[in-house]
């Protein structure tokens, strides 16, 4: 299975998720593939946010090998699921796809609720890092059914 996971940035959120999801589906052996993209192309090529890969680290995983790329609409056939950060996120990819089974691959990364963008408030980074692992524990339980 391969998933996406999308922010506007792919520098903050979407790394934190990308990294520990990957982490957690290697270590229940799961063959999974999990990337990120941003919907902004502003960071392409760069690490991930200094601050994510810090609290990253304060966790557990090590996020700092991976670099941003732009979203392409050739990863609506490419990904299984595509999860997304927030509502902007959610209404920029949904207007790329071009069928209703891409549509349908585009979901908010959280249950009916957004992951606050930390860019500009370096307190959040820790909460939502927190926030992002105890999702993706969630998911690994709901995407392997
Ligand atoms: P992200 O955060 O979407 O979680 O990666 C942001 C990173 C950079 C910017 C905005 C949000 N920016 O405006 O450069």
Redesign the pocket.
């Known amino acids: 299975m391969k998933i996406l996971i999308v922010?506007?940035?792919?520098?903050?959120?979407?790394p934190l998720a990308h990294g520990i999801l990957q982490h957690l589906a290697n270590q229940e052996n799961l063959g999974w593939t999990v990337h990120s993209a941003?919907t902004?192309n502003?960071?392409v090529g760069n690490p991930p946010?200094r601050r994510s890969v810090l609290a990253a680290r304060n966790l557990g995983y090590d996020i700092g090998a991976q670099r941003a790329r732009h979203f392409n609409i050739s990863f609506f056939e490419e990904y299984d699921h595509i999860l997304v950060?927030d509502r902007n996120n959610f209404a920029d990819v949904l207007q790329l796809a071009k069928t209703q089974e891409h549509q349908d691959k585009v979901k908010l990364f959280l249950i009916d609720d957004e992951v606050i963008?930390?860019?500009y408030d370096n307190d959040l980074f820790d909460p939502v890092s927190r926030q992002v692992e105890l999702r993706c524990k969630e998911l690994i339980k709901e995407l392997r059914k």
Request: contains cysteine; hydrophobic residues 25%.
């Open positions: 922010c506007l940035g792919n520098i903050c959120r979407s941003g902004g502003w960071h946010d950060m963008d930390p860019y």
